[in-house]
């Protein structure tokens, strides 16, 4: 019994997968919509976040922090920090709105929280939107 169930999450992980943009139209917070926008985060987060967080997320000492938090990843304060940029003990993260569309940044912080974090959970564009429009209007950018 166990590994007919197994036999079927992985046919539905591969399913979700290969479909793509279709599962997009699905609520982002589904742990399937979250394993679809990581799996498009991960070539994002290499080319663009890896050189200062690591490969693994491991971080790198007074330039960026690990991202090897646990649940403190699945807040929203994860997301507003990618999209919005940050200053920490005086290392500079860039805001990534308008230099990634709103898709793009959702599915960073999907891949980062489905790698290290507690529970997939994956933004929605529209969050990723508000948090932008608010940076700007705090002339953040």
């Not at 793509?20 to 609520?27: E, I, L, N, V």
């Not at 790198?60 to 699945?74: E, I, K, M, W």
């Not at 898709?103 to 564009?125: K, L, M, N, S």
Request: proline share 3%; aromatic share 4%.
């Amino acid at each position: 019994m166990f590994d007919r169930r197994r036999g079927i999450a992985v046919a539905l992980v591969l399913v979700a997968l290969a479909s793509g943009s279709a599962q997009r139209t699905k609520s982002a917070d589904s742990g399937t919509g979250a394993l679809v926008s990581a799996y498009d985060g991960g070539a994002i987060y290499q080319q663009q976040c890896s050189t200062c967080h690591g490969v693994r997320g491991e971080g790198v000492a007074g330039v960026a922090p690990s991202l090897r938090l646990g649940a403190t990843l699945d807040s929203r304060a994860t997301l507003l920090a990618v999209a919005r940029g940050s200053r920490r003990n005086g290392a500079v993260m860039p805001s990534w709105c308008g230099l990634l569309s709103d898709r793009e940044i959702a599915d960073v912080v999907a891949y980062i929280r489905v790698t290290w974090g507690a529970r997939p959970q994956a933004p929605t564009e529209g969050e990723v939107a508000t948090a932008c429009r608010s940076s700007a209007q705090r002339g953040a950018h």
